[in-house]
């Protein structure tokens, strides 16, 4: 139960996030993989269209490809967090369905073994995820996405598939905007193509052109205008489906234009900056509800809708509105 709160999407902030989840040992021990398992990448990609270097970076940022599953019984975990907790019904059905899969076969208990919250596998299935996408990809009658590479590889673009993926589409790219640019722009429900974000100013990082103009993205500026910007495509809301943290999607993209030959991102991040703890981000939403804006569950956790009454409040204190949530800002919404 210690770990419910704690999830380091939630607790840290992105460039810390990214430093431990992006790093040259990730990037080099995916692109071995790759060349080692290159036949089986080809029959997965043929089959479900989906990028292998997506599916190398869920492996690699899930489990270090396979060296860090989680040592805790699915069953008692799921059985545990059916019975406490304030997700109880959602952790029943999990609880039943690694039953199912132990019934059915497709793993054993020995093989079931994973994290706090009942994730298993290389790439971290949920039992109802197993239950409801992983694929038999080698032909031996189970679906054992643990110890079979083929089925690991192929139920997880299953996954991606059946969740929308559009193949031959990255997840974005890394973009600069204009002196005195409008950050009320920057809301995940503002979608434009990319002609359109083009005309505000918006522009790929080395003047790179886009390759496909009319594809629709919206604008993550995720530490406001001290920080890098990006816009984001289809395939990224896709990523999001898998784990719904902005910050995690944004580390499995970069790892794999890593892993494919990209370099870092261009622009810094305002290290200087503090993060903001749990119990402060869940004032500063209390802060700004007492003032009429609707930042949501006051759960310490930011949202698009934490984002956009941030930034509300940010323009009409005269602040830039980039709804990046800072000590200052803190400071002064605790002052007013």
């Known amino acids: ?110 093989q079931a073994m994973g994290s706090w ?45 059946k969740h929308g993926w559009q193949t031959g589409q990255t997840w974005g790219y890394e973009v600069t905007v204009p002196k005195n640019f409008d950050f009320r722009n920057a809301d995940r429900s503002r979608q434009l193509t990319l002609q359109e974000w083009q005309r505000l100013g918006v522009r790929r990082v080395g003047d790179k052109p886009f390759p496909h103009p009319n594809e629709r993205a919206y604008l993550l500026v995720p530490a406001g205008a001290q920080g890098p910007a990006f816009l984001m495509l289809n395939n990224f809301r896709v990523i999001m ?31 200087h900056e503090r993060v903001l703890s749990l119990q402060e981000r869940a004032e500063m939403q209390q802060l700004l509800a007492r003032r009429g804006y609707d930042a949501g569950e006051p759960d310490g956790r930011f949202g698009p809708k934490t984002r956009a009454a941030i930034r509300s409040y940010q323009a009409s204190a005269g602040l830039v509105p980039d709804g990046f949530a800072t000590e200052a800002l803190l400071a002064k919404l605790r002052g007013s």
């Not at 999607?249 to 305002?270: C, K, T, Y």
Request: aromatic residues 12%; charged residues 25%.
């Open 1 to 110: 139960m210690d770990f419910v709160d704690s999830q380091p999407e939630f607790t840290k902030a992105f460039w810390e996030y990214l430093d431990i989840l992006v790093t040259d040992e990730r990037i080099q021990r995916g692109r071995e993989l790759l060349a080692e398992h290159r036949a089986t990448f080809d029959a997965v990609e043929r089959a479900y269209g989906v990028d292998r270097y997506t599916i190398t970076a869920i492996w690699g940022i899930e489990s270090k490809y396979s060296t860090a599953i989680g040592n805790r019984a699915v069953l008692r975990s799921t059985a545990t967090l059916a019975c406490v907790g304030r997700r109880q019904d959602y952790f029943r059905n999990e609880f039943l369905a690694i039953v199912e899969l132990l019934d059915r076969g497709d793993v054993s208990a020995e």
């Open 117 to 161: 919250a009942g994730e298993f596998g290389p790439t971290q299935f949920m039992p109802t995820v197993y239950k409801t996408y992983a694929v038999d990809f080698d032909g031996d009658g189970h679906r054992n996405i643990v110890t079979s590479i083929p089925d690991l590889l192929a139920s997880t673009a299953n996954y991606f598939r």
């Open 241 to 271: 489906r898998y784990n719904p943290s902005e910050a995690y999607a944004l580390a499995i993209g970069h790892l794999s234009d890593r892993m494919r030959g990209g370099g870092p991102f261009v622009q810094a991040w305002p290290r």
